[in-house]
């Protein structure tokens, strides 16, 4: 178990040796030792499955998928188990650190891991791989076999003879169902597993070319062997000839040393590069291998140098092998010009960092990314000139794949600025920092379409922000396609920076002003959200204040605009201009209530133009606000001159879809009755908080509002609208109606106040119907003495609603009875309204008294023609009720017409 354990590590670290280690898991998973109990092949296929499952997750076993997953299969492993641990591709290092981090650690690693590698490789001997090989060579001849059914039938039945009658138990224990059963993956574990037996046994193709190979090598060794008991004998048989020679020599005496000019070369001799003869010194053919040139000796100088050497030793005779000749250092410069022109260096140095950049995918695919970037880095900053702008260009076309390589030039730069690496460099600023970072950033303002965030993540990642940069980041805060990521770049760095984030955040707070919407809409949107940190709450409070302030100017101050082509500004205060100076304060209301003191002062010195403007974008911050702001009551408390509209505008919006809270209404009234405000406007958002007697008091100031104020106090008192839910109001319509019609005077611009007020009611006809209607009129009649408005009243219902006349009809003949002759302008409006609704009037008519007939015939003459033809139509029995009197009258205007 720990030897399956060690082969896994030893896959997970050198991937090359996996098919070695998948192979011996398949020949151990199929020979598992027969003495081992049920428990210890449990738990070896246990650990074996789980081994196999550490191997098949490995990316580099992509390539062995359906190998290991077979194996995993026979071992028992479920479909979900195999999708889990499912092999993953190498992860993608092109685009990110990755990419350069894993090359640099294989750069690191790679003496280390050479060495490693090759023991590795030393470990697999030529007789293992060969076994392997005809393993495979087997199982690839017999794969085909294995997918014909008679075949495997043979196979099966062969294979019944061998069994044993019962199962015996410990196969029972471990065995697990073939999920894979007749795929192509089982049919190919299934021949290599064939295959092993059969190499082991000598079956097969694969054992034949075995045997075969083991034939060839065998004979090889014996060839060698041979050859090399060959040569030494004929090395042997050299030695004894030259030896017997020289004594021969030293015998005669024939020639002494000092006058032998012939050099005697005992191992060119020895080593076969040629030999002289002991006659004339005629030089005989080599009898060996020839002699490497290195270790010849050749011209007169050898041979003087080696009779020197005779000379010099008195008793035997040496030989002197030659020094070998001394390997000359390489220099660059001695293969190169020394004298270039500045052009043909610069060509030549544009040239080579080309070939570098061009080199990209190479250095990724050899480990060698890092050292590549490093090279181009120390290259550009050394030399910078053209080698900058190659740089740049180069970066620029493909931005995503290199951004790295830009970030690396650009620290290199920042930290030569600093002086971290040079500290004798002239250069104390960092202009060269600064056209880097530029640079890059227009290339990618240029390139970039508007919602890639590549821009951001330069501008996050440098080490400084310069001036310069700023300029470009708020050009691209000002495009209007890209603001959301130039606003929200600012907002990381104001975030992430705090040593610099004040002026981080003041570009953005002018961005709060500027003249297109959308920008300004963006920037106000960003530092509310800054807005909660404590920290930059001073600073925001403090630029909104500062721009709320200039409101109080009779003029607008002039403003450039970023391109400084557009002036901002003017002789008079315009609504465009006005929003620029108070939208970021009236964004921050709902955050911070207590700026609404400052709003009210400054609201109260402005002039009428701008309180208008002020009064139209009230909406949305009072409604965060609500009616339980501490701050709220305070300034109804301590209200500004001039701040009044302001206040009851604030008010209206509090209680335009909700009811004023207690507390609300009892400031509201304290503020009215102690200043003895005459604007009544002022109680208009808490009447529903109000009593009913206050409510029918105010009522004659409410009325002489405009149309559409009234409108407005109708719809809260009577609880209408589509917000306002099903809650009844604080009067029902038939009070509202009486009420009015209760409102006795004189005034004639009173009373026309009235007629409006009761014209509204009538236009509400989902509220004041026909049902409330006939109440109001039940209610009037029966006062005394009846309201001087109620005739003109029925009048105008008859037109509303037109169902209501046999009901007015009715209260014509209660009027009768009520003398209604007796108050003119009662009787005037009764006689109008028998004009509108004759026919149906006429019976009523002929009910009143001969006088108040007459008169009534006298104030409306259009009356008599059709009252008489209606007489006459009938009969006697109905001619008999009407009064003698009326009858002489209605005949004498007959004879008159």
Avoid at 725 to 738: A, I, T, W
């Amino acid at each position: 178990m720990v030897c399956i354990a060690s082969l896994t590590t030893i896959a997970r670290q050198r991937p090359g040796q996996l098919l070695t280690v998948i192979q011996s898991f398949e020949l151990l998973f199929a020979n598992l030792p027969p003495n081992f109990t049920r428990a210890q092949v449990s738990s070896v296929r246990k650990l074996l499955k789980m081994q196999c499952l550490t191997l098949y997750r490995h990316h580099c076993a992509v390539e062995y998928k359906s190998q290991i997953s077979t194996l995993l299969t026979g071992l028992g492993a479920t479909p979900y188990e195999l999708s889990r641990y499912a092999p993953r591709p190498p992860p993608e290092i092109s685009k990110h650190k990755s990419r350069q981090e894993l090359a640099n650690k294989a750069a690191n690693q790679a003496a280390g891991d050479k060495d490693e590698t090759e023991g590795d490789m030393d470990t697999e001997t030529p007789e293992i791989r060969r076994v392997i090989e005809a393993v495979e060579l087997t199982a690839e001849d017999i794969r085909p076999l294995l997918s014909n059914p008679d075949i495997v039938t043979d196979i099966v039945i062969c294979s019944l003879k061998r069994l044993p009658e019962k199962m015996p138990s410990s196969f029972r224990d471990v065995y697990t169902p073939i999920e894979s059963a007749g795929t192509e993956a089982q049919v190919r574990q299934l021949a290599k597993l064939l295959a092993n037996q059969m190499t082991a046994r000598g079956i097969g193709v694969g054992a034949e070319k075995l045997e075969l190979s083991h034939s060839l090598n065998e004979q090889q060794k014996t060839d060698t062997r041979n050859r090399k008991r060959t040569y030494e004998e004929y090395l042997t048989e050299k030695q004894t000839t030259e030896l017997a020679w020289q004594a021969k020599q030293s015998k005669d005496g024939t020639k002494s040393h000092t006058e032998s000019k012939q050099p005697i070369n005992i191992l060119s001799t020895l080593l076969g590069s040629g030999q002289y003869s002991p006659q004339g010194g005629e030089r005989l053919p080599p009898m060996g291998p020839p002699l490497p040139p290195s270790m010849q000796l050749h011209g007169e100088d050898s041979t003087m140098d080696t009779q020197q050497d005779f000379d010099s030793k008195s008793s035997k005779r040496k030989c002197v092998i030659p020094k070998p000749k001394q390997i000359k250092q390489f220099k660059l410069s001695d293969i190169t010009i020394t004298h270039m022109d500045d052009a043909t260096k610069e060509k030549l140095m544009i040239q080579s960092i080309k070939r570098i950049f061009e080199a990209d995918e190479n250095s990724l695919r050899g480990e060698s990314s890092r050292g590549r970037v490093k090279l181009i880095i120390n290259l550009i900053t050394n030399y910078g000139g053209v080698l900058r702008d190659a740089l740049r260009q180069f970066i620029v076309e493909d931005l995503r794949a290199r951004i790295e390589l830009a970030l690396a030039w650009l620290y290199q730069e920042y930290v030569i600025a600093q002086g971290y690496i040079r500290e004798d460099d002239p250069r104390t600023d960092y202009e060269q920092y600064d056209a880097c970072l530029c640079g890059l950033l227009q290339a990618l303002k240029d390139k970039l379409e508007p919602r890639d965030r590549l821009f951001s993540k330069l501008l996050l990642e440098a080490p400084r922000i310069t001036e310069n940069a700023l300029v470009i980041v708020r050009q691209y805060c000002q495009d209007e396609a890209r603001v959301s990521i130039g606003i929200g770049t600012l907002k990381e760095l104001i975030l992430s920076r705090p040593s610099s984030s004040g002026v981080y955040l003041q570009n953005l707070l002018e961005l709060t002003t500027h003249d297109k919407e959308e920008v300004r809409k963006q920037a106000v949107s960003v530092t509310k959200a800054l807005y909660t940190r404590e920290s930059l709450q001073p600073l925001i409070e403090k630029f909104a204040l500062e721009y709320l302030e200039l409101l109080k100017e009779d003029h607008p101050p002039i403003l450039m605009t970023e391109d400084m082509d557009t002036e901002i500004g003017g002789e008079i205060w315009i609504e465009e201009t006005i929003k620029l100076y108070f939208g970021l304060y009236m964004a921050l209301l709902p955050l911070n209530h207590e700026l609404i003191h400052q709003l009210a002062l400054v609201y109260g010195q402005a002039t009428n133009e701008i309180k208008k403007c002020i009064l139209r974008y009230l909406q949305q911050p009072v409604s965060s606000i609500g009616m339980h702001s501490k701050e709220l009551y305070v300034l109804l408390e301590n209200c500004p001159p001039g701040a009044e509209t302001l206040i009851t505008r604030m008010l209206h919006i509090l209680t335009e879809k909700t009811p004023p809270i207690p507390e609300l209404v009892i400031k509201v009234k304290d503020l009215y009755y102690s200043r003895k405000m005459s604007d009544v406007r002022f109680l208009i958002p808490v009447l529903n908080g109000l009593e009913k007697q206050e409510i029918i008091q105010a009522l004659p100031q409410l009325i002489q509002l405009s149309a559409n104020v009234v409108r407005e106090v109708f719809h809260r008192l009577l609880n209408m609208g589509q917000d306002r839910g099903k809650q009844q109001g604080k009067l029902r319509p038939s009070e509202l109606m009486v009420a009015l019609h209760s409102l006795e005077t004189k005034d004639e611009k009173q009373i026309k106040a009235i007629i409006q007020s009761i014209y509204l009611c009538f236009r509400e006809t989902d509220i004041f119907t026909h049902d409330v209607l006939a109440g109001v009129f039940q209610q009037l009649l029966d006062m005394t003495p009846i309201p001087t408005l109620f005739m003109r009243t029925v009048i105008q219902s008859t037109m509303f609603c037109p169902n209501i006349v046999p009901f007015v009809l009715g209260i014509l003949s209660k009027l009768i009875a009520k003398q209604v002759w007796k108050q003119s302008k009662l009787w005037q409006g009764f006689v109008k309204c028998c004009q509108i609704t004759k026919p149906q009037s006429f019976p009523t008519m002929l009910q009143l008294p001969p006088r108040q007939l007459e008169n009534a015939l006298e104030i409306c003459p259009e009356l008599r023609e059709p009252l008489a033809d209606h007489v006459k139509q009938y009969n006697p029995m109905q001619r008999a009720r009407i009064p003698r009197q009326v009858l002489q009258l209605i005949e004498k205007t007959e004879n008159q017409i």
